[in-house]
């Protein structure tokens, strides 16, 4: 009887611990947002006295690392760090290329066919996602690119 007590003691704790940790993450979950409009800047801390970094464009994701007041200090994907204004970015989901060049194919998998290339740099519009793929969009395009071929 007491073998049985200590196990199911063991049981409870590590579910206890597995919940605590499933929770941590999703509470963790990162968030991004995008630069609503060209030329925005990104400053060095959070007022506009501080020192513009870089002057955005529109569609730009951003990660949300903490919040000041009305400013949100962000980092990009190349791990760029600096402060925004909330009323400066929206929650329409964009992703940016990071690699060289990505194959954009007319479904979500690699039997579809290619439609375009999507360039290192070049910010889409994400519409949706299927498993490990991301469906963008574009003036000139609209197609499927890998998750590993954009950030976020």
């Known amino acids: 009887m007491k073998n049985r007590t ?3 003691s063991v049981r409870i704790g590590v579910l206890a611990a597995a919940l605590v940790s ?3 993450v999703s509470a963790m979950a990162a968030e991004f947002v995008s ?3 060209d030329g925005v800047n990104l400053r ?3 007022e506009t006295k501080f020192e513009v970094l870089f002057q955005l464009p529109a569609g730009y994701p951003l990660k949300v690392l903490a919040r000041q007041g009305e400013w949100l200090k962000v980092s990009d994907y190349e791990n760029d760090k600096g402060w925004i204004f909330s009323s400066l970015v929206s929650k329409t989901r964009y992703v940016i290329v990071k690699v060289k060049e990505g194959n ?3 479904g979500p ?3 579809y066919d290619k439609v375009g290339k999507a360039v290192r740099d070049c910010i889409l519009k994400s519409t949706e996602r299927k498993g490990d793929w991301v469906k963008i969009t574009h003036p000139q395009l609209t197609g499927w690119l890998h998750k590993t071929l954009v950030w976020p």
């Open 6 to 8: 200590l196990k199911q």
């Open 22 to 24: 499933a929770l941590t």
């Open 44 to 46: 060095s801390g959070p």
């Open 104 to 106: 954009v194919r007319s």
């Open 109 to 111: 998998g690699t039997k």
């Open 35 to 37: 630069v609503l409009k």
